[in-house]
């Protein structure tokens, strides 16, 4: 028999998980580097975020956010 392991839905998850890990160091003023942060959570867990829409789908959610925030700051 043949053991295949599966990645299916790791980079989905790992986009999940960026924009929660992420959004939070937002609510905590804390800088904010998605690339180097997706890094560093791959180093536990390869293949989080696999591919550029994924990267852009992290930078879209953030952005609302800052959009969001900023205006009810007026």
């Known amino acids: 028999m043949d053991m295949h392991a599966s990645s299916a839905g ?8 960026a924009i929660d ?3 939070e ?3 905590q003023k804390k800088p904010v580097d998605v ?3 997706v ?3 791959r180093r536990n867990r390869p ?3 696999q591919n550029s829409a994924q990267y852009k789908f ?3 959610i953030l952005a609302f956010h800052y959009e969001k925030s900023s ?3 007026v």
């Open 10 to 17: 790791i980079g989905r998850t790992g986009t999940y998980l």
């Open 21 to 23: 890990y992420l959004m």
């Open 25 to 27: 160091l937002v609510r």
């Open 35 to 37: 690339y180097s942060r």
């Open 39 to 41: 890094l560093e959570m």
């Open 47 to 49: 293949k989080m975020v």
């Open 58 to 60: 992290i930078y879209e």
């Open 71 to 73: 205006k009810s700051l």
